[in-house]
Structure formats: C-alpha cells, structure tokens
C-alpha cells in the first residue's frame, strides 16, 4: 500500500524576521499543498514531479544533499540525510503551491515527505526541528522554524501565534467576514541567493553589540546601537515582536483595523528598517492599501520577491485587476494516511 502525506503551505500574517531570534510570529497554513505518494521500499528514495520533468533518486546514506541535482532533490536529500529512513520508496510529488513564491513550498515538501518516510508525526515541534535541519542541509540557509511548524502544527480555521524562545503555540480563530488574500509578485529570489544569512548575521550582531536577546531588549536597548544598519535592524525586530502581539490580540477581538494596520506598519518596518522589499512589493502594498476594504497589506515571509498578503472584507481585491491574486484559507496541519 503507497503511504500519502499532505503539507499545507503558508503565509505569514504578521512576525518576519524575528522566528531566528526568539522572536514571536503569527503564520497561517494554506489551502495549497503538496502532497507526496510513496511506495516503500529499496535503498534509494525515488520521486517524479509535477513540478520539474528531472526525478529525484536519492541513496539513503547520501552524503552532501546540497551538491544534489536537480535542485528541487536537494530538499528530498535533506529529508533523507536527516531522518536516516531504513527503507526508501518510489512515489511522485504533486503540489498546488507556486515553486519559490514565498508559500514555503519547501517546507511542505520537506513535511509531507518526511511523514511519508515515516517521520513520527506525534510531535509537531521535534517534525518541525527535523524538517527545519533538512532544509539546513539543502539550501545551506539557517532558516528559523516558523515554516515548518506552522505547516506541521496549525489548526483549519486558525492562525498560529508562535513564541520562537519557547515554542508554545496559541490558536488564534481568524473571524468570518475576513479575506486574506495573496498577492504573487511575480518576482523570484530563493533564500539562499538572497541576503538571508546576511540579516541573521546582522540580528546576531546587534545581540552581542547590547548583550541582551533582542526577544528581550527595550527600546532604550536599541538606541544604545551606534545609529546605522545594526540600529535599524534591531528596531525592525522589537517593534515586530510588538507588533505580533497587538495583530493577534486585535484579531481574536474581531478589531480589523488595528490587525490590518499592525500589518501595514510590519511592511514599512521590512521595507526600511530590515531593507528586505523590493520596489515591485512596496507598490503592491501600496495599491492594495489605497483599496476600498482592504485594512492592511505586508510583503510575507523573507521579502527580497515573493508574495504580498492583504487582509479585507470579502471581495474587496476583485476589482483591482491586479494579477495573481487569489483568497486563502486557513488549512489545518500536514497529515499523513
Ligand atoms: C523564511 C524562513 C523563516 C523566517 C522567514 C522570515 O520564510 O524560512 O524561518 O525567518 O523567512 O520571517
């Protein structure tokens, strides 16, 4: 019998940038997946995809999974490389998720695929560490866990507050009469070319410039930074971390404007603070905030490309003919049968 395991992507709402510095976030999973099929059995992991005509077919004692080609199989050596299955399997992956758009269409395939080589999927969070390692392994870049444990961990109908110092979760319902909608900008950078790394070394190093976790720095903390890149940098995450909070309070009371406006104030603090937009995202934000109906917009995930999320009153983005738009909802949890 094949074994099948689904993983939603995401978006996230509110908190970039702060999940790799202990910080707070706020993702959603999607109703857009990836769902991988295996056989079990054999000494290699064997997959086709819809998404690229080149196979993966990955011994399981694969040494070097980023040097592996083609560069979608490099997430399925990671998989293997970290999880050690004792069995590998053919199968194919099929997603509904864009490739590299910023849905973390990693992530779910790193998920899915580490449940249908028998991952324990009893413990979200340990699925989430495996999986975040995985993608270590892969890409080469030292993402933060928010992917992976709001694909392995989220609840339908809910966002997912994380406390990335603690990993405690908070289920927060998302109202009825509320759009999140999608924006893809078309614009394609994978993390790993983008400056990534470069912004956690940055966080890093205003960390040790004030001897204080920024999770718990104040605001008198970050003025205490020599003004400049560092300075900036700790700004956009204290006040992020804030701002998680007051987004999902102000969602769970039902408080639209203020959730939508956390958002906005989020974008501009990426855009100049964290420098992580772009031009093409910035006018986004701004076109759909300018929109009858929309109460907040924000580039979501990494930045540098990617997609723009808005959240507004039913339809509210129909008119805008603006292209690759399309409405979310909140998917529960990466499930295996
Ligand atoms: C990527 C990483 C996450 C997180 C975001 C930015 O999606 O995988 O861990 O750091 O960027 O918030």
Redesign the pocket.
């Given at each position: 019998m094949p074994v099948i395991a689904r993983a939603p992507g995401r978006v996230?709402l509110i908190?970039?940038?702060?999940?790799?510095s202990g910080g707070l976030?706020c993702p959603m999973a999607i109703d857009l997946a990836t769902t991988v099929t295996i056989e079990p059995g054999g000494d290699r992991v064997e997959l086709r995809s819809d998404a690229d005509p080149e196979p993966a077919s990955i011994p399981l004692d694969v040494a070097d999974p980023a040097s592996v080609e083609p560069a979608w199989a490099r997430y399925v050596a990671g998989v293997v490389a970290v999880l050690r299955p004792a069995l590998g399997g053919r199968g194919t992956v099929s997603t509904t998720l864009p490739v590299g758009a910023?849905l973390?269409s990693?992530?779910a395939l790193e998920v899915a695929l580490a449940l249908a080589l028998g991952a324990d999927d009893h413990d979200p969070v340990a699925l989430a560490h495996l999986c975040?390692r995985a993608?270590h392994v892969a890409s080469g870049?030292p993402?933060?866990?928010?992917?992976?444990l709001v694909v392995a961990a989220a609840v339908e109908g809910h966002a997912l507050m994380i406390d990335c110092a603690t990993l405690s979760l908070t289920h927060v319902p998302i109202p009825p009469g509320v759009d999140v909608v999608v924006v893809d900008s078309g614009e394609r950078r994978t993390?790993a070319t983008s400056a990534?790394a470069e912004r956690?070394a940055e966080v890093a190093g205003a960390e040790a410039l004030i001897a204080t976790p920024l999770r718990a720095a104040t605001d008198a903390d970050v003025t205490r930074l020599p003004p400049g890149t560092l300075r900036r940098r700790a700004r956009h995450v204290v006040t992020e971390n804030r701002r998680v909070t007051t987004f999902a309070a102000a969602l769970s009371a039902g408080d639209l404007a203020a959730a939508g406006a956390a958002m906005t104030e989020s974008h501009a603090s990426l855009r100049d603070d964290f420098a992580?937009s772009t031009p093409t995202l910035d006018a986004l934000v701004a076109r759909l905030v300018s929109a009858p109906g929309v109460w907040g917009a924000r580039l979501t995930?990494?930045?540098f490309g990617g997609c723009v999320i808005a959240l507004t009153e039913p339809g509210a983005t129909a008119g805008l003919g603006l292209p690759g738009v399309r409405t979310v909802t909140a998917a529960g949890p990466a499930t295996r049968r």
């Open positions: 996230n908190g970039d940038h702060t999940d790799y976030v910023g973390s990693s992530a975040q993608e870049v993402c933060g866990i928010m992917d992976q993390l990534y956690r992580v995930g990494a930045g």
